[in-house]
């Protein structure tokens, strides 16, 4: 089975939008109703119906995960390279509530639809391999990022392995993607390799993973 895209989707593809003019949009729910928009159509197609589900099946499985919500607010702050600031008390999980939100809302007028689903993409090696490449892949962050990421590697591993093992490898595997992409790091040949097999086994996109190639070295 494939997935209903070739590019990324779900909690990283909303990531994307998360750039340095996101506030022009709005707040963060406005975001997402501009992520999940059908221009001016009057109904959803079958694919923008898809990519609502893909997105609440994500923040389903990040909110119910073991991670804390300081691991959540580092990977979405490394997600969309540091152009999110949690502020006051917002958490991780309240983070993650205000998507939910502005999701159902979506899908109150447009309707659902069951998100893409096979057996490969949560089977245990699926996650073996996924959490493997977690821990191999160099993650030579760029001094950019120090302004608002002041760890080291060690934690963003943690929390990406923490997300493949108690949330989706699925997702832990597209937020690796996602966070080389927005903080430009780079990729060495041996993980390309790696991330090229961990792809076709998830079923992901070639426009997903070509996204990410020129930053390999």
């Not at 895209?5 to 729910?29: N, S």
């Not at 659902?112 to 057996?119: F, G, K, L, M, Q």
């Not at 595997?173 to 990729?187: D, E, G, M």
Request: charged share 25%; glycine share 6%; net charge negative.
């Amino acid at each position: 089975m494939q997935r209903f895209t070739t590019f990324d989707f779900g909690l990283t593809g909303l990531a994307a939008l998360f750039h340095q003019d996101w506030i022009h949009l709005g707040e963060v729910e406005q975001v997402v109703l501009a992520y999940l928009s059908v221009g001016e159509e009057p109904c959803a197609d079958e694919d923008q119906k898809k990519e609502a589900a893909e997105l609440e099946k994500d923040v389903a499985a990040l909110t119910g995960s073991s991670l804390s919500d300081d691991q959540v607010e580092l990977l979405w702050t490394m997600a969309t390279g540091g152009n999110y600031p949690f502020r006051h008390s917002e958490t991780g999980r309240t983070f993650l509530e205000r998507i939910k939100t502005a999701c159902r809302q979506w899908v109150r007028t447009y309707g659902t639809i069951d998100a893409d689903s096979n057996p490969k993409w949560i089977s245990t090696q699926a996650m073996s391999e996924v959490r493997r490449v977690i821990g191999d892949t160099p993650l030579n962050l760029p001094d950019e990022c120090r302004t608002y990421f002041d760890s080291d590697a060690q934690a963003l591993r943690n929390a990406l392995d923490g997300c493949a093992h108690s949330a989706s490898a699925d997702l832990a595997f597209r937020l690796l993607l996602r966070i080389h992409v927005a903080n430009f790091i780079p990729v060495d040949e041996t993980s390309w390799g790696s991330y090229a097999g961990i792809a076709r086994r998830l079923s992901l996109g070639e426009d997903l993973l070509s996204s990410v190639e020129f930053l390999v070295n």
